[in-house]
């Protein structure tokens, strides 16, 4: 009897949670009249809006993977190899983004980075750019740390470390070779959710009026018809598409196997 | 100056004094053992000669250059742990040729010496294996060929069995020893385990409370304690209670019968001296000079060596006798007759 509200809470949650995505997938299968197409996914696809604000955001997220992974990595490390006393310093500084919204982190950018400020970054699409960049590494700052510092407490960094110093290693060698390698599937879990995070934002992009996926996504929404739920499906399968790339890096990270 | 000299070491974390005017010299090709309980500071003499260790004062020299102050990676000091710190990323021959990748070798040479190093541990085929594929003594053997391929000046040994069972612990350290000598590459072998000490190192530092007690060749270690805490410490002892009678002469009074000690005992005439005896010093049979009534209270069987716990009228005295399968040992409860000679028994301080 047990088992069966189990399975009835699990169906129930099942139902609520994929009734509206299946509705979505049907609404955005429904572009053609009377019959099944994927033309509102070709249109999507063929909107050059859609290519240049996509574009743009992937290779925002790649830049702020690479720069929340040169931040977030070498400063976890250094905390739990020398600085242990300020973990709890950390976890707090960490969690900050969660708790401010994003909207008071751009206008304290827009405030500070002014082109009346002493760094007037906003005053060039670059400088913008850059500023974006800072703001998504901000965003994303509380699972890329989180995803690098379960990655190095399941080594032991200590002697790890102290092994590639005895065979001649500086510290440089020590967090490429050793290191790295050895947390990169926590470093590639914490890089897909930052992708993930990076692709859907609006807040950012739009106030510092980037021409990013999100305001893209918005604009869509409250212009056409079918195109947003295909949007929304294909928004969707990118995120998922990032959760199978964690498991299956995880499951084919062979020197993480258990020891015999 | 010996090859390895570490003068008038210090360290301290804050009002910890943890190593105290530590003196060791250690000539090239020697085998020694830092030996004694945990927080002794035996480990944190070896992290200092690493360079994972900062001393508060002192200075350790190398071939008469000093390396104090030299960071972990420029002292050309190779080093197996206890967890063997394998870099699970690599292969064994990755593993293996890492330093010398470090060193900027050219791969051919690299290649040729980690082949020459994995057979040296006995491992010739393992080049292409993960350490997560190994055992755990095929895992300290990689870790050992590690640290020896660039050629170390020194090689030190942090506690490198005390993760692996009783039999490999036994075979490896035999390896071990075999490959150092091999080799003659000076190392310093740290454990708490008086047995792995005594039977691998040319000589052996009893360390206790951040200061070594005394510093020897294992035999001398064992049967010459300086110290009570040596005598305590390395190997099983008894304390037997003494009167001193004549302290020139070397003369006391062992429950009344006398005996004269091989030298003269700092004490004054009437004190009570302690005088350590070991378990294979005392015997059922033949002669002594002291012949002491007991009753058996335990035997313990321990394969080769019987040991015997007998009760006399100072307490406890601990023997051993060899097990011969013709001679079976005496029954628990048998009253007996414990013989020994003066020239066994120790002074302590």
């Excluded at chain 1, 002697?159 to 290693?169: D, F, I, K, V, Y």
């Excluded at chain 2, 006398?258 to 005992?265: H, K, S, T």
Aim: neutral net charge; hydrophobic residues 50%.
């Amino acid at each position: 009897m047990k088992r069966f509200w189990a399975w009835a809470a699990i169906g129930v949650a099942a139902v609520y949670f994929f009734l509206p995505l299946l509705g979505m997938l049907e609404f955005s299968l429904k572009m053609r009249r009377g019959e099944y197409s994927l033309d509102a996914y070709a249109s999507v696809l063929g909107d050059p809006q859609f290519q240049a604000s996509f574009g743009y955001s992937v290779i925002m997220a790649g830049l702020t993977i690479v720069f929340g992974v040169l931040i977030v990595v070498p400063t976890v490390f250094w905390v739990r190899l020398k600085l242990p006393r300020l973990r709890p310093v950390m976890e707090f500084v960490t969690l900050l983004p969660l708790v401010i919204p994003p909207i008071v982190i751009v206008f304290g950018y827009v405030r500070l980075f002014n082109t009346s400020s002493w760094l007037p970054l906003t005053g060039s699409a670059l400088g913008t750019d850059f500023l974006l960049l800072c703001g998504y590494a901000v965003l994303s700052l509380p699972y890329m740390y989180r995803a690098v510092d379960t990655g190095l407490a399941a080594i032991d960094l200590r002697t790890l470390t102290e092994a590639a110093q005895s065979l001649g290693a500086g510290w440089i060698t020590v967090l490429a070779r050793v290191i790295l390698p050895n947390v990169l599937v926590a470093v590639l879990s914490g890089a897909f959710l930052t992708f993930a995070i990076v692709i859907g934002e609006y807040v950012f992009a739009a106030l510092l009026d980037r021409p990013a996926f999100g305001p893209y996504l918005v604009w869509a929404g409250g212009n056409k018809a079918y195109e947003p739920a295909a949007l929304a499906v294909m928004t969707f399968a990118l995120t998922w598409g990032c959760m199978a790339l964690i498991q299956a890096v995880t499951r084919f990270s062979k020197h993480t196997r258990m020891p015999r | 100056m010996a090859y390895l000299d570490l003068s008038a070491l210090e360290k301290s974390y804050g009002a910890n004094h943890v190593v105290k005017s530590f003196d060791l010299g250690i000539e090239q090709g020697e085998f020694v053992s830092l030996l004694g309980p945990s927080g002794c500071g035996k480990t944190t003499v070896l992290r200092m000669v690493a360079g994972f260790e900062t001393p508060s004062a002192g200075a350790i020299r190398i071939g008469g250059q000093e390396v104090t102050h030299l960071r972990p990676n420029q002292r050309n000091i190779g080093m197996v742990f206890q967890a063997y710190a394998l870099f699970p990323n690599l292969t064994v021959a990755q593993n293996v040729g890492f330093g010398l990748k470090i060193a900027g070798l050219p791969s051919r040479e690299i290649a040729l010496r980690v082949a020459d190093m994995l057979e040296l541990i006995g491992l010739p085929e393992m080049g292409s294996r993960y350490p997560f594929q190994l055992s755990g003594g095929q895992q300290q053997r990689v870790a050992l060929a590690r640290a020896l391929a660039p050629r170390p000046r020194v090689l030190l040994l942090d506690e490198p069995l005390s993760a692996l069972d009783a039999k490999i612990r036994v075979s490896l350290r035999a390896e071990i020893r075999d490959i150092q000598r091999k080799l003659g590459i000076t190392t310093i072998f740290v454990t708490h385990d008086q047995e792995e000490a005594l039977s691998m190192s040319d000589r052996v530092v009893v360390m206790n409370g951040g200061r070594a007690e005394q510093v020897g060749a294992p035999f001398e270690v064992y049967n010459q304690p300086k110290t009570r805490f040596v005598a305590n410490f390395v190997g099983t002892l008894n304390a037997l209670e003494a009167i001193v009678t004549d302290p020139g002469a070397g003369k006391v009074t062992i429950q009344g019968q006398p005996l004269r000690l091989p030298q003269a005992v700092q004490a004054q005439a009437g004190a009570v001296l302690t005088l350590a005896l070991r378990p294979e010093a005392v015997h059922l049979h033949g002669d002594g000079d002291i012949s002491l009534p007991a009753r058996i209270a335990e035997l313990q069987f321990m394969g080769s060596v019987i040991r015997v716990n007998a009760e006399h009228a100072m307490g406890v005295i601990k023997l051993d006798l060899f097990n011969k399968p013709d001679t079976p040992p005496p029954a628990v409860g048998e009253d007996i007759a414990l013989r020994f000679w003066a020239k066994d028994l120790i002074a302590l301080d």
